[in-house]
């Protein structure tokens, strides 16, 4: 069984930094994929970026975030990383640790993490 338990939210002015933390235990795979989504009041759920492990390291961003949040994983802690620079009000949500199994494809989830962004 996969347990994700995220840190690091808090509330920052705009332009500010945060740095979110996803720790992972249980059966995971480097090759599993990992990231975050996110969701604001009154919307969906949305991608925020994943990293997946391989022979190379393969990231993918939302066009909302890129250029501003860097993901990076360390396999060895089962850690992933959201590093958000740049931050704007439009990037206040719960932020959502993920994994997805690359072998079941069973996907599980963290419990969230709120970030507000408000002077």
């Known amino acids: 069984q996969v347990q994700l338990v995220e840190s690091g939210g808090g509330l920052v002015q705009p332009g500010g930094s945060l740095r979110l933390s996803c720790a992972g235990s249980?059966?995971?795979?480097?090759?599993?994929?990992m990231g975050w989504y996110r969701q604001a009041p009154g919307k969906q759920r949305e991608l925020v970026a994943t990293?997946?492990?391989?022979?190379?390291?393969?990231?993918n961003y939302a066009s909302s975030v890129k250029g501003r949040f860097t993901i990076s994983r360390d396999n060895t802690k089962k850690m992933v990383y959201l590093q958000m620079n740049s931050l704007k009000p439009e990037d206040t949500a719960v932020y959502f640790c993920?994994?997805?199994?690359?072998?079941?494809?069973?996907?599980?989830w963290g419990q969230g993490t709120q970030v507000t962004v408000s002077s």
């Open positions: 990293v997946t492990s391989g022979p190379t390291t393969t990231t």
């Open positions: 249980g059966s995971i795979s480097s090759i599993d994929t």
């Open positions: 993920y994994l997805r199994s690359a072998w079941s494809s069973d996907l599980y």
